[in-house]
Nanobody, 123 residues
Framework: QVQLVESGGGSVQAGGSLRLSCRVS????SRWSRRCMGWFRQTPGK??????????????RYADSMKGRFTISQDNAKNTLYLQMNSLKPEDTAMYYC??????????????WGQGTQVTVSS
């Protein structure tokens, strides 16, 4: 099994920054050549939205509204995934989740999910 625990959320004023972290604990074998990590967000009553995805070769993709503002990265030695969020807007307010799956940035199947960390951006 895989356990993912997010941290780093909180309240911030519009225009500010936050860095989210996702600590990953793996208890099953995962093929590095097919492993992908991602960040997603969701607000009450709305569908889950993909924020960013990174694959085993550190290739990444972003939702259009996050390009230039958010950066996804990973530190394999620390088993940690990051999401640096700059120039935050009130529309970014959501519960943010990290996830692990298989594939690449073109095609990925996410299977394991964290419990989420709340991000609130005030105007």
């Amino acid at each position: 099994q895989v356990q993912l625990v997010e941290s780093g959320g909180g309240s911030v004023q519009a225009g500010g920054s936050l860095r989210l972290s996702c600590r990953v604990s793996r208890y099953i074998y995962s093929r590095w050549s097919r492993r992908c990590m991602g960040w997603f967000r969701q607000t009450p009553g709305k569908e889950r939205e993909e924020v960013a995805v990174i694959d085993s070769d550190d290739r990444s993709r972003y939702a259009d509204s996050m390009k230039g503002r958010f950066t996804i990265s990973q530190d394999n030695a620390k088993n940690t995934l990051y999401l640096q969020m700059n120039s935050l807007k009130p529309e970014d307010t959501a519960m943010y989740y990290c996830a692990e799956g298989w594939g690449n940035i073109a095609t990925v199947d996410f299977r394991y999910w964290g419990q989420g960390t709340q991000v609130t951006v005030s105007s």
